[in-house]
């Protein structure tokens, strides 16, 4: 079902970045997000984990560009990687973008060093259900101890749940889109419990509300999500 993700990025040649997530949380704020769940700017280094074609490292880069000092990025999709390899920003002394799929063993061993801070937004919510788990221990393995993972996500009763039509659900919390991609909704406790089996370390986790506005129905949907930082032990 992963596979739909490479079809996704085929059908829109990269230019449609994520035809769901950019519209939830517009590309100039996901920056932020970093910004404000790990402040420090430092020499430290990041990984974007299903980065997509990069809507958060090149924002991240043009507005703070010493924020790292060096930036990773992986997606399963080998076109939304091309894509990142092509854009103006990609420096490859300081950017590494590579193919991954972070449900498999393994998945990081190419990855030169252990980074300081993972990203992972609207990404396990692509993931199977039986698969989140690995592949949140698969991600705890490029960490390094004491870095951080920063996660957002679509929570359980968030609007697009609630509008999916009958016949979409394949399961409690999780459906099918137009688009043959999958979508997981997830609770604040659902994330615990798997963090913690992960064994990683909950430093924040809530429920964050926000609207996105939908011009074309001309109405602003409230929009729940959940937000994460979560710390591997030293
Ligand atoms: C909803 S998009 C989010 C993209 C990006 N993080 C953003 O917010 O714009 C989900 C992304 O996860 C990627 N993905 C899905 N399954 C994956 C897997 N098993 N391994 C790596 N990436 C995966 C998809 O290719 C897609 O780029």
Same mark, same amino acid.
Do not use: S, T
């Given at each position: 079902m992963t596979e739909k993700w490479v079809i996704v990025y085929e059908h829109h040649d990269g230019i449609l970045i994520c035809p769901t997530s950019t519209t939830v949380l517009p590309v100039h704020q996901r920056h932020n997000l970093v910004t404000f769940l790990f402040p420090a700017k430092c020499d430290r280094s990041l990984l974007e984990v299903g980065c997509g074609v990069g809507n958060l490292i090149f924002p991240l880069m043009e507005?703070?560009?010493?924020?790292?000092?060096k930036i990773y990025a992986c997606d399963f999709s080998k076109n939304a990687i091309d894509f990142v390899k092509q %854009?103006?920003?990609?420096d490859t002394s300081r950017v590494e973008a590579f193919e991954a799929d972070i449900t498999l063993t393994g998945a990081f061993n190419t990855l030169s060093d252990k980074v300081d801070v993972v990203t992972l937004i609207f990404v396990l919510s692509a993931i199977h259900p039986d698969k989140v788990l690995a592949s949140l221990l698969n991600i705890s393995t490029c960490l390094k101890p004491g870095g951080v993972i920063l996660f957002r996500d679509y929570a359980v009763n968030d609007m697009t749940q609630i509008r999916f039509k009958p016949g %979409?659900?394949?399961d409690q919390h999780l459906y099918m889109r137009q688009d043959g991609t999958r979508t997981l909704f997830f609770t604040v406790d659902k994330i615990k419990e798997i963090v913690q089996s992960a064994g990683l370390s909950v430093i924040d986790l809530c429920y964050v509300h926000s609207k996105t506005v939908n011009k074309r129905e001309d109405i602003d949907l409230p929009r729940t999500f959940v937000q994460g930082k979560f710390c591997k032990n030293v």
């Open positions: 507005d703070e560009p010493n924020a790292f000092q %854009h103006p920003l990609y %979409h659900k394949i």
